[in-house]
């Protein structure tokens, strides 16, 4: 059975850093990602739908840029749930997902990326930068979206948290 890869790797109107699309996502989050249609799907509602089928793969073929995208937000959906494996309540998910998006992360091409096999490192500084925001505010805008589809009754779902342990990939952020 075949991994489930993004429906955005035919869109070639965005703009790419590394080998990394700069895809729209629905927020309110200052960022360098244009803005998406309210009402269609985006990359951040795609991952949140395919994780949970996505992480049980070992090995995921990348068929386009998009994909890269979707790789690292379903390894950034893993270290999300171990930040709840305690059971915080939904407002302390919040704080502490708000909190992890906003601390520091290795992008492509530092020595402490997990993936730099599979992405190209930026071009140069401003790139780099642009490729920083860019995650950060998807990051963020994970943080904001993960609490309110995996609470149940103020405590994370059994059938999301299940998937905690999992490694997509065998890798970890």
Not at 103 to 126: H, M, R, S, T
């Amino acid at each position: 059975m075949p991994a489930y890869h993004s429906a955005f790797n035919e869109e070639k109107d965005f703009r790419s850093v590394g080998n990394m699309v700069l895809l729209p996502i629905k927020t309110r989050v200052r960022g360098p990602s244009p803005i998406a249609d309210p009402d269609s799907e985006d990359i951040i509602d795609e991952a949140l739908n395919l994780f949970r089928a996505n992480v049980l793969f070992r090995n995921f073929e990348i068929k386009g840029p998009a994909d890269r995208v979707l790789i690292y937000l379903i390894l950034y959906i893993t270290e999300c749930l171990n930040k709840l494996t305690k059971n915080p309540s939904l407002r302390e998910a919040e704080k502490l997902l708000t909190t992890a998006a906003l601390g520091n992360f290795a992008i492509p091409g530092d020595a402490q990326f997990p993936l730099n096999a599979l992405y190209e490192p930026p071009a140069n500084k401003g790139d780099a930068d642009l490729l920083r925001q860019y995650i950060s505010q998807l990051r963020q805008e994970m943080a904001v979206r993960l609490p309110n589809r995996i609470y149940e009754n103020d405590r994370p779902g059994k059938w999301w948290m299940c998937f905690h342990k999992r490694k997509f990939m065998n890798k970890v952020l």
